[in-house]
T-cell receptor, first 109, second 112 residues
Framework: SQQGEEDPQALSIQEGENATMNCSYK?????LQWYRQNSGRGLVHLIL?????REKHSGRLRVTLDTSKKSSSLLITASRAADTASYFC?????????FGTGTRLKVLA | DAGVTQSPTHLIKTRGQHVTLRCSPI?????VSWYQQVLGQGPQFIFQ???????GRGNFPDRFSARQFPNYSSELNVNALLLGDSALYLC???????????FGPGTRLLVL
């Protein structure tokens, strides 16, 4: 079974708006990662945040981590049509990676 | 540098058959992981191999097996295929000591 649960399952916004998606997980983690998947193909790593970090930025991406609530959020600012994809959070236990259910983001031009 | 490559890209099999999927990691990556992704869901972890040894296993039946070769490439084998094995099978490689995974484009398997 999957540990991470993303919320919302689907999100549709206009180009230029911000998109926020959330991830909850169940067990203690060393780090949490976010990945993007276009059109059911391979996943692309976006950002990794360690358990002792609370916030991390990479370009238009901002990730927060709240280990007390076992949750993380991914914010994409000034969205573009090219950001249309599915986004997954992933946590790792010992030599085992657990992906969430994903958020399908659609950015309308 | 070339990314992770997988073959074949698509495959159609019938129930009860056997299938072998192949993966070549990024040069220098010694860890390879396999995932099954059913349509509309997130990837489900199947195996992780490091230095030719199985290091992690997900909740999949014994019909699923894998191995890693001295050049770090890997094969995923599935026996006695079921309709429910229809999915996108993803391979990912990682550099030693890093958690970030680099994914291949996947093999789409259809079982009829």
């Amino acid at each position: 079974s999957q540990q991470g649960e993303e919320d919302p399952q689907a999100l549709s916004i206009q180009e230029g708006e911000n998109a926020t998606m959330n991830c909850s997980y169940k067990t203690s983690i060393n780090n949490l990662q976010w990945y993007r998947q276009n059109s059911g193909r391979g996943l692309v790593h976006l950002i990794l945040i360690r358990s002792n970090e609370r916030e991390k930025h990479s370009g238009r991406l901002r990730v927060t981590l709240d280990t007390s609530k076992k949750s993380s959020s991914l914010l994409i600012t000034a969205s573009r049509a090219a950001d249309t994809a599915s986004y997954f959070c992933a946590t790792s236990e010992t030599y085992k990676y657990i992906f969430g259910t994903g958020t399908r983001l659609k950015v309308l031009a | 540098d070339a990314g992770v490559t997988q073959s074949p890209t698509h495959l159609i099999k019938t129930r009860g058959q056997h299938v072998t999927l192949r993966c070549s990691p990024i040069s220098g990556h010694k860890s390879v992981s396999w995932y099954q992704q059913v349509l509309g869901q997130g990837p489900q972890f199947i195996f992780q191999y490091y230095e030719k040894e199985e290091r992690g296993r997900g909740n999949f039946p014994d019909r699923f097996s894998a191995r890693q070769f001295p050049n770090y490439s890997s094969e995923l084998n599935v026996n006695a295929l079921l309709l429910g094995d229809s999915a996108l099978y993803l391979c990912a490689s990682s550099p030693a000591g890093q958690e970030t995974q680099y994914f291949g484009p996947g093999t789409r398997l259809l079982v009829l």
